[in-house]
């Protein structure tokens, strides 16, 4: 039976380590705060003109393609996971691709658009299409640079203190072994709460959805038909181009969704909590991450983190979480790993595998 394996995993984060109470010399908070509410100590930031999801993301996806042992040349399909893409388009899959030096390779690149869960999305479509024996070398990565688009004023605070920047990639193989590889999957979304962890400007909804939702929203548009609606001096004043999180509302939902992701999997797999040997979550929240640990009665050895250290990077914390993990061989053949993640959408889901 042909499965897909991640033959090799790698991660590249920026110099430049971010601390808490650096960020409290801009806005009002705290060390104590956030290592209270978040468990975060560190994040690291990308040089502002020198870095970007594209070419962090390709430091991280030569790491990968290298411990693979191939050639990048053989990677024959990209796809690239990012809510804080170079460009409003093309896409960042492209410009990987260009980063990389395979332009001329014309392989497909695809842009995966599922914010925190990402990665996850990306492994599962990625591995209908090994399955398949359609691709043979997926190169997948999941890049952030949020630090260029956060509210660094206390206006902001509850948001741009969790996200930090970073890169990771895995590059996916098939495998006939009939042990290994990727056991289950499962991908869900429910959209009635799109707009509780969102940034909709800039965009071309002028209005729409919250019309239609009944709800009074000045979003700062000049009307008429020819008329710059896309991006106003209003947007700008009034802090619309950063992103909106109600905290609590996804915490309530994250810790409810995780385990089931989590469990969802395990049981398509027939198997339980404890014959997990390492679960990587999305590096959301330490304290959700421990509630999910708790809930499913894992270990300490049976759980990783790293959001102490580098924050949430969205698309980029679970092959990054999970490239540390196998460098500290935390990750060995055999072992049964889950990856699980929820975010912005609402959505989440899990991959279960034997590496
Ligand atoms: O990848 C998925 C994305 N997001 C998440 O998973 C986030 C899930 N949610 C969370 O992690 C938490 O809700 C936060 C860490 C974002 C916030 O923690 P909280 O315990 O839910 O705080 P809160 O939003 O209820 O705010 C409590 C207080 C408020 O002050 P008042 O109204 O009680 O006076 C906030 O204004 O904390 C204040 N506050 C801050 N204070 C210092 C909010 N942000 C900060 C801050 N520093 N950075």
């Known amino acids: 039976m042909r499965r897909t394996i991640i033959a090799g995993i790698g991660h590249y984060v920026p110099e430049h380590v971010e601390t808490n109470d650096d960020l409290s010399q801009v806005m009002e908070t705290s060390d104590a705060w956030i290592r209270e509410r978040t468990g975060i100590q560190t994040r690291r930031f990308a040089d502002k003109h020198k870095e970007t999801p594209a070419s962090m993301g390709a430091k991280a996806a030569e790491l990968a393609i290298e411990r693979a ?5 053989e990677v024959d399909f990209i796809i690239f996971a990012t809510l804080s893409p170079d460009y409003y388009f093309p896409g960042s899959g492209v410009l990987l691709q260009r980063e990389l030096g395979l332009s001329e390779t014309e392989i497909g690149a695809l842009d995966i658009r599922t914010q925190c869960t990402g990665f996850i ?24 640079k949020h630090s260029m688009g956060l509210d660094f004023t206390t206006r902001g605070r509850n948001v741009s203190v969790i996200f930090g920047d970073g890169a990771g990639a895995a590059l996916l193989q098939a495998t006939e072994d009939g042990q290994r590889g990727i056991l289950a999957s ?43 609606i ?54 959301a ?37 999970l490239s540390e993990a196998w460098e500290e061989g935390r990750v060995k053949e055999g072992d049964v790993v889950c990856l699980a993640a929820f975010g912005s959408g609402f959505t989440w889901g899990a991959n279960l595998l034997r590496w």
């Open 285 to 321: 929240n330490l304290r959700i991450s421990q509630f999910v640990q708790k809930k499913l009665r894992l270990r300490d050895d049976q759980v990783y983190n790293n959001i102490q250290r580098y924050g949430n990077t969205t698309a980029a914390s679970i092959p990054i979480a």
């Open 121 to 144: 999305y990306g492994l599962t479509v990625a591995d209908q299409f090994i399955r398949s024996g359609m691709y043979k070398n997926v190169l997948l990565v999941g890049a952030e």
């Open 69 to 73: 042992g191939i050639a990048k040349e």
């Open 230 to 283: 896309f991006v106003t001096e209003k947007m700008l004043s009034d802090a619309q181009l950063f992103p909106y999180m109600d905290g609590p509302a996804v915490f309530k939902f994250a810790v409810q969704k995780f385990p089931a992701a989590i469990v969802e999997v395990l049981e398509k797999a027939g198997l339980e909590p404890s014959d997990l040997d390492l679960l990587v979550p999305h590096q």
């Open 186 to 228: 499962c991908l869900h979304s429910n959209g009635r709460y799109a707009e509780i962890l969102s940034m909709i400007n800039p965009g071309s909804h002028g209005g729409y959805h919250h019309e239609k939702l009944g709800l009074e929203a000045d979003f700062g548009y000049e009307s008429g038909r020819y008329m710059p």
